[in-house]
């Protein structure tokens, strides 16, 4: 079983820039597609950003170009750096693992307990 906490999150201005880290400790998800969602009050759990193995990633339109995945398998951590920060952003995030390439959060687990990410305008 693999155990994730995520952190990072803040409150920052729009235009700004936050790092979110995702560390794993037990089993190692260095086997893993590893994810970032994101979930704001009286919404649904949206799909982020993903990443495999391989280090191929892909991303949700709203936030190419802006965002950035990465994961350092030495480290056990995945990482979503986020720049350009729209207050649309604002919402808590979370990390995942997955066994497959997939954007829907329910093929995705155990989860991080999330990290609350507040962009103002």
């Known amino acids: 079983q693999v155990h994730l906490e995520e952190s990072g999150g803040g409150l920052v201005q729009a235009g700004g820039s936050l790092r979110l880290s995702c560390a794993a400790s037990g089993r190692t998800f260095s086997s893993y597609v590893l994810g970032w969602f994101r979930q704001a009050p009286g919404k649904e759990r949206e799909f982020v950003a993903l990443?495999?193995?391989?280090?191929?990633?892909t991303y949700v339109n709203s936030v190419k170009g802006r965002f950035t995945i990465s994961r350092d398998a030495a480290k056990n951590t995945v990482y979503l750096q986020m720049n350009n920060l729209k207050p649309e952003d604002t919402a808590v995030y979370y990390c995942?693992?997955?066994?497959?390439?997939?954007?829907?959060?329910?093929?995705?687990?155990?989860w991080g307990q999330g990290t609350q990410v507040t962009v103002s305008s």
């Open positions: 990443i495999d193995r391989s280090g191929a990633d």
């Open positions: 995942a693992t997955g066994s497959a390439w997939s954007i829907h959060a329910s093929t995705y687990g155990p």
